[in-house]
């Protein structure tokens, strides 16, 4: 039975680089929400007509018109065998909505929450640099790259921050994604499909661990279903 890995953690706590490993050495799909507007936005069909007409009129997208493109996305042949979402689900009732595409794909879903101390995130996060070719993060704190301001892979992009990676705007976002997740990690929690991992280890050592838990969980679902 394949998975859907829900990634959790604040902005800072290394999901994205998490997720991109699991993206490379088990090689299913890292799904972003963020992404997935996007390239939707610029196709011609009722859907991506749908998301533009609520854009233009300044309304939220909607939880249905949200698991609308995520179905959309995850029914795509790479998503056969499992796929890590990103950025979703942010709320209980989208939780929900994913349990039933969930059940529909005949998928089984696994929470991981990289948790990490604030004081560390407002570091991580306003130190951070992002190559936009690959998507490789840097840190001018933590993790330079070789060359100042440029990405160790790909020697002609400019490594990017974003705008709103400044001290103030920091603690907002913190302070929001913490009044908005924590009903989600109870969620996972009460159904024991949340594993917390602690993001201030190494990376390699965060990763041994998340793939532990994953096996774990499938060898459990495929012993169930034989039943």
Do not use: Y
């Given at each position: 039975?394949?998975?859907?890995?829900?990634?959790?953690?604040?902005?800072?706590?290394?999901?994205?680089?998490?997720?991109?490993?699991?993206?490379?050495?088990?090689?299913?799909?890292?799904?972003?929400?963020?992404?997935?507007?996007?390239?939707?936005?610029?196709?011609?069909?009722?859907?991506?007509?749908?998301?533009?007409?609520?854009q233009s009129e300044g309304k939220l997208i909607s939880d249905d018109l949200v698991i609308r493109v995520v179905h959309e996305r995850t029914n795509r042949e790479d998503c056969r065998h499992g796929y890590i979402l990103d950025g979703f689900p942010r709320t209980t009732a989208q939780a929900a909505m994913l349990e039933k595409l969930a059940v529909e794909q005949g998928n089984k879903i696994a929470a991981i929450f990289v948790d990490v101390p604030?004081?560390?995130?407002?570091?991580?996060?306003?130190?951070?640099?992002?190559?936009p070719v690959c998507g490789e993060i840097y840190n001018v704190y933590f993790k330079r790259p070789q060359k100042e301001g440029v990405c160790d892979k790909h020697l002609e992009a400019q490594l990017v921050k974003r705008a709103d990676d400044v001290p103030e705007k920091i603690r907002t976002r913190l302070g929001e994604y913490e009044n908005s997740t924590r009903p989600l990690l109870n969620y996972y929690k009460e159904s024991k499909r949340l594993h917390r991992v602690d993001g201030t280890s190494e990376l390699e050592a965060i990763y041994k661990e998340i793939e532990a838990f994953l096996a774990d969980k499938s060898e459990r679902s495929g012993s169930l279903s034989k039943q």
């Open positions: 039975m394949s998975q859907i890995v829900v990634m959790m953690g604040a902005p800072g706590a290394g999901k994205g680089t998490q997720a991109r490993l699991l993206q490379e050495r088990r090689g299913w799909p890292q799904i972003s929400t963020g992404d997935m507007f996007r390239e939707i936005a610029k196709a011609e069909t009722p859907l991506a007509e749908d998301i533009r007409r609520v604030f004081e560390l995130l407002e570091k991580r996060t306003s130190g951070r640099m992002t190559c």
